[in-house]
């Protein structure tokens, strides 16, 4: 009976893992797939694709993979108390890596949304920091000039 008991929860434990690994590769999909579409935005758009760029994806990717961390760890303590209480009192309480399934799912939300924004909008953007730039550093008249003909532009 404890033998069987033990087995099941073998199963059961690799079950877990491979869903929270899958978790893990989903996000860095939905990471990589983000990446080629601000790449393919930024081609169009004719820029050229920057380091700097690339960086903050790594950066972004680092960010996201270090909450998935800490809500993995906070599931293996959800998990624990749930083996102790199918284990010592016979409750079925499930086994479900809830908070890390809760956070990927967050993360690949906001990758979604972001692949689907609109690639204007951020030039938009650029630009306006660019105007911003460029009128703290208008001293002489010939800078004033492309100012108020970017100003006309982004009309």
Request: aromatic content about 8%; glycine content about 6%; overall charge positive.
């Amino acid at each position: 009976m404890e033998n069987n008991f033990i087995e099941m929860e073998w199963s059961r434990l690799w079950w877990l893992l491979s869903v929270v690994v899958t978790e893990y590769v989903l996000v860095l999909a939905a990471v990589g797939a983000d990446m080629a579409s601000g790449i393919s935005k930024s081609r169009k758009r004719g820029e050229a694709t920057r380091s700097r760029s690339l960086r903050r994806t790594v950066d972004k990717l680092a960010r996201y993979y270090n909450v998935l961390v800490v809500l993995t760890v906070v599931d293996a303590m959800q998990i624990a108390g749930a083996w102790f209480m199918r284990a010592v009192e016979g409750y079925a309480v499930p086994t479900v890596p809830l908070f890390t399934l809760l956070g990927s799912l967050g993360m690949a939300g906001i990758e979604v949304k972001s692949i689907f924004e609109k690639g204007s909008d951020k030039e938009r953007t650029d630009v306006g920091a660019l105007l911003d730039l460029l009128e703290s550093a208008a001293d002489n008249e010939k800078l004033t000039k492309i100012i108020n003909n970017l100003k006309n532009l982004k009309k």
